[in-house]
C-alpha cells in the first residue's frame, strides 16, 4: 500500500521484562473513510527487527455495500511487501502483469527490487456485497547485493503454507522456519513470519535461534516473565534468551525477525534504500513515467510534493 510515514511520535517504551529490548505501541491513522491503520514500524528506538522495515496493522473496517479499498498504482524499490490478510479480500496486480487476489492466510510476497508498481482494490464481487477488513502489510528490506534483482511476486494460497498444531495453539509459517518447519517461500535473506493463534493459558515458545526476534499481538493479552502485554502492540526482544508467552484471554499474535541488514535504510514515500541517490533517481523515474505501468489501470499515485 501506498502510505507516507508518519512524523508523529509513537510511543515506545523500555522493557521492564530483561528479555524484552523494547514495547512499542503503534499509532492509530485515519487514512480517509474508516480506514484504520496502525503503525508499529520504522519507529523512532528501532528502524528494522531483521529487515522487518515497515509494519502496519489495517483494520478492522467494515466496508458497505459499493465501498471498497483502492490504493492506486504506485511504485516501490529496495523491498519486498508482505500483505496478510484474517478477513476481507484485496485484488493486487503489478507491473509484471501479475494479477491475484489476496485471501486471508495467503501469503502475498512482492518483491520489487529495482523497481515495480503495483495497485490494491477491493475486488469486484467483494465490492458489491461490502467486506469486512482486516490485515497486515509489512515491508522486507532487501540486503545490499539484492536491492537490485529483478521484480517478482509469490503466491501461497493458505492450504499451502505449513501448520502445526500444538496442545492449545496453531501457527502457520509464512516465510522462513518456526517450530521446525520451513515455509516454501524463497527469500533474498533469512527472515521469518509465523501467524500464532492461541487459546487462553496457552504456554507458546519463540524460537531463540533467529538474531532478531519480535511478536506483534494482533488482539488479545499474554504474560511474559510475570509482566502482562495487550495487543496492538509490538515487543522486540533482545538476541538469544530463550522466551515463553502465555496467553491470559484468547490470542492471535505474529511472530518475526530475522538475520540483521549490514547496514541501515534511507526511506522516502515508497522506496527504500542503502543509496540515497537511489531514491532520487527512483523520485525522479516515477515523476516521468519511466516505472513500467500496472496493466488495467489507467491511475496512479502522484509523487508527492
Known sequence: ???LPSNDPVLGDPASCDALELVIVPRTRDLGD???????????????V??????????PVQFVSGKGMDVRPHPHIGLATVTYLFDGSIMHRDSEGNIQEIQPGAMNLMTAGRGIAHSERTPD????????????????????????????????????????????????????????VASPVKMASPWFYTE???????SVPLDPDHEERAIYLVDGEVEIANERYQGPCLLVFRPGDRITVRTIEPTRMMFLGGDALEGPRHIWWNFVSSSKERIEQAKQDWKTGRFAPVPQEHEFIPLPE
Open 196 to 202: 500464532v493463534t492461541a487459546g487462553a493459558d496457552v
Open 1 to 3: 500500500m501506498s502510505w
Open 50 to 59: 531483521g529487515p522487518f522495515i515497515f509494519f502496519d496493522h489495517f483494520g
Open 125 to 180: 464481487l467483494q465490492r458489491q456485497s461490502g467486506q469486512k477488513m482486516l490485515g497486515l502489510q509489512s515491508w522486507i528490506a532487501l540486503p545490499g547485493d539484492s536491492e537490485e534483482i529483478s521484480p517478482s511476486f509469490q503466491h501461497y494460497a493458505a492450504a499451502d503454507l505449513p501448520m502445526i498444531r500444538d496442545s492449545g495453539f496453531s501457527a502457520r509459517v509464512i516465510a522462513g522456519a518456526s517450530f521446525g
Open 34 to 48: 474508516g480506514f484504520a491503520v496502525r503503525r508499529a514500524l520504522p519507529h523512532g528506538k528501532r528502524q528494522m
